[in-house]
Every structure is written in C-alpha cells, then in structure tokens.
C-alpha cells in the first residue's frame, strides 16, 4: 500500500505580507525631527518659564511667570532679559507690527508691549467684570485676538474667587473696545493656536484632559466644535505639516492632521508651552517649568 503525502508550499509573498500586515506603526519613526537631534538645556535658571512667542527674526521671547520677567533667545544662541515688570504676563504672541501681545494676569488685562517696552492696555474687563486671568492667546490674520481665561489663583491677588461664572474663551476684534465669548464649555481652557490658514482653531481644555478643534467664522465666531485629542496642555503650537504639539508632564506629544499620535519628545521637567524659533523657524523651542530646551528639527513653525 501507497501512502501518498502531499506538501503545500505557500508563495514567499504571502509570508511577506503577513510580516508587514502586523508590524507596530509605533516602530515606523515620525521624520519630523533632525537626525541623531536631542533636547539641548539652554538654562534652568528661572522659577516658571512660559508664553514663547517667535518675532519676525527668530528670536524667541519667553516669560518667567513668578518673578514678572520676560527674557529673550536670540537666533545666536544668546539668553537675555528683555523687560522685568510685565504684570506676570504668561502666554505672548507677536503682532504684524512687531509688537509683543500678552497676557498678563497680574490684573487680569491684555497688554500690547512695543519694541521699545512701552505698555499699552488692550483689554481690561469683560462686561465689567474682572477676567479670571488670561492664559495663553493667538492673533488672526485680520489682528483678532482669540484668548483662554482659565481660573488659577494667583498669590499676588486680593480676590479669592472669581468675578465670572465660566471658564471661556474669547475673541478680541482688532479695532474694537470689547471681546465676545465664542464658547465656555469647558472645565478649564489653557493652550490655544490658530491653523497656518486661519480656518481652524484648537483649544486644550486642560482641566478635562482633551484638545478640540473648531471652524473659525469670518466675524471670529466658533463653529463645528469635535474633539481631536484625548489630551489637554498648557500650551501649544502647530509646524508647516499641520501637526500639533501639546505639552504636559514629561515632555511634548504630536499629532498630525487626523488627530493621531505620531511622536513623544521627552523632557525631565513637565511641559508648559513650546513655539518654533531660528532663523529657519526649524529650532523647536520648550518652556518646561525652571528650564529651557531646544530641538533640532525637519519641520518649520508656521
């Protein structure tokens, strides 16, 4: 008797195949930092850094929240004290003319400080009733300014509670008098940052741990609020590839345009605020609590 035997032979391809069908996209690296590149300390000499904002030169300008000072990185690598009394100001952003937007809490204002240091009051109430101490802002296109006012008691002020019932966000219409409220659902806003186009904002409720994104509307109003991550932050910005970093507790997480994770940059500290600087826009600059960091990268600040 015959036993006949037969032997499957599976095509190479098929095994290929299943090899990449179930390889970790964790494995497959970003692309958006420069090769071999590490965070760099450039100084930890401070007692809470915040509010990087970017000039039309490179330069970055930070804020030393606690001691009321803001310090300036230039494209040379050299660290400054560029202004002390700034009413404790915590997130900036420059403005078309040079000027350096903030939002100083010291008395809950907008400030306008000129390249000369001169301080101009923007915006000091809402409906006549004290801010709850603006946080972080983003200037449009048009001059608006789109700004966070969480509460955080501060130990320089006399009020314990807040004048305001909600946590909202606001817009500031360039030329106008007053800000309108375009939304207060929110457990605590913080980090905000407007799309290189200017269609989209996003907004970190920090105090729910989530991110959204919204349509902007051409009078400044919100539209099409959804969630885009299951993160909050403290402060935020977008590169030329539309992907967004968020800062938090240890180090600074990116997502791309779908809202996917695609890359942690670890810092021994917890992370308040980041921003591209250097004359190429490509250094990515790291407020993370007494220190500063920076970081070579393969995309641009927008």
């Not at 090899?19 to 970790?24: E, G, I």
């Not at 202004?83 to 937007?101: P, V, W």
């Not at 500063?292 to 927008?302: H, S």
């Given at each position: 008797?015959?036993?006949?035997?037969?032997?499957?032979?599976?095509?190479?391809?098929?095994?290929?195949l299943?090899?990449?069908?179930?390889?970790?996209p964790?494995?497959?690296?970003?692309?958006?930092?420069?090769?071999n590149?590490?965070?760099v300390?450039?100084?930890?000499?401070?007692?809470?850094?915040?509010?990087?904002?970017?000039?039309?030169?490179?330069?970055?300008?930070?804020?030393?929240?606690?001691?009321?000072?803001?310090?300036?990185?230039?494209?040379?690598?050299?660290?400054?004290?560029f202004?002390?009394?700034?009413?404790?100001?915590?997130?900036?952003?420059?403005?078309?003319?040079?000027?350096?937007?903030t939002?100083?809490?010291?008395?809950n204002?907008?400030?306008q400080i000129?390249?000369?240091?001169?301080?101009?009051v923007?915006?000091?109430?809402?409906?006549?009733?004290?801010?709850?101490?603006?946080?972080?802002?983003?200037?449009?296109?048009?001059g608006?300014?789109?700004?966070?006012?969480?509460?955080?008691?501060r130990p320089?002020?006399?009020?314990?509670?807040?004048?305001?019932?909600?946590?909202?966000?606001?817009?500031?219409p360039?030329?106008?008098?007053?800000?309108?409220?375009?939304?207060?659902?929110?457990?605590?806003?913080?980090?905000?940052?407007g799309s290189?186009?200017?269609?989209?904002?996003?907004?970190?409720?920090?105090?729910?741990?989530?991110?959204?994104?919204y349509?902007?509307g051409?009078?400044?109003?919100?539209?099409?609020?959804r969630?885009?991550?299951?993160?909050?932050?403290?402060?935020?910005?977008?590169?030329?590839?539309?992907?967004?970093?968020l800062?938090?507790?240890?180090?600074?997480?990116?997502?791309?345009p779908?809202?996917?994770?695609?890359e942690?940059?670890a810092?021994?500290?917890?992370?308040?605020?980041?921003?591209?600087?250097?004359?190429?826009?490509?250094?990515l600059?790291?407020?993370?609590s007494?220190a500063?960091?920076?970081?070579?990268?393969?995309?641009?600040?927008?």
């Open positions: 008797m015959r036993i006949l035997i037969l032997i499957v032979l599976f095509p190479l391809t098929i095994w290929n299943s090899a990449s069908t179930f390889k970790n964790q494995d497959e690296k970003s692309g958006i930092i420069a090769e590149a590490k965070p300390l450039i100084s930890d000499q401070f007692k809470f850094t915040e509010g990087p904002a970017v000039n039309k030169n490179g330069d970055v300008f930070f804020t030393d929240i606690v001691e009321g000072k803001i310090w300036k990185y230039s494209t040379e690598g050299e660290l400054s004290l202004m002390d009394k700034t009413g404790h100001s915590d997130g900036m952003y420059f403005d078309k003319k040079g000027n350096l937007i939002a100083a809490d010291e008395k204002e907008i400030w000129s390249p000369d240091k001169k301080v101009k923007l915006l000091d109430n809402f409906e006549g009733k004290k801010f709850n101490g603006p946080n972080d802002l983003w200037i449009d296109a048009k608006g300014i789109f700004f966070t006012d969480p509460y955080y008691q320089y002020w006399e009020r314990k509670k807040p004048d305001l019932s909600n946590q909202s966000v606001y817009y500031f360039k030329g106008s008098k007053a800000a309108f409220v375009v939304d207060s659902n929110f457990v605590r806003p913080n980090g905000i940052i290189a186009d200017g269609k989209n904002l996003f907004v970190a409720d920090i105090g729910d741990k989530k991110t959204y994104k349509d902007i051409k009078k400044g109003e919100l539209y099409n609020r969630l885009f991550a299951d993160m909050g932050s403290d402060g935020m910005t977008l590169d030329n590839r539309g992907n967004l970093y800062t938090g507790r240890g180090g600074v997480t990116v997502f791309n779908d809202g996917k994770k695609i942690h940059i810092i021994p500290a917890s992370t308040a605020n980041v921003c591209f600087g250097g004359k190429n826009r490509d250094i600059f790291i407020t993370a007494k500063v960091y920076t970081m070579k990268m393969n995309v641009r600040g927008i």
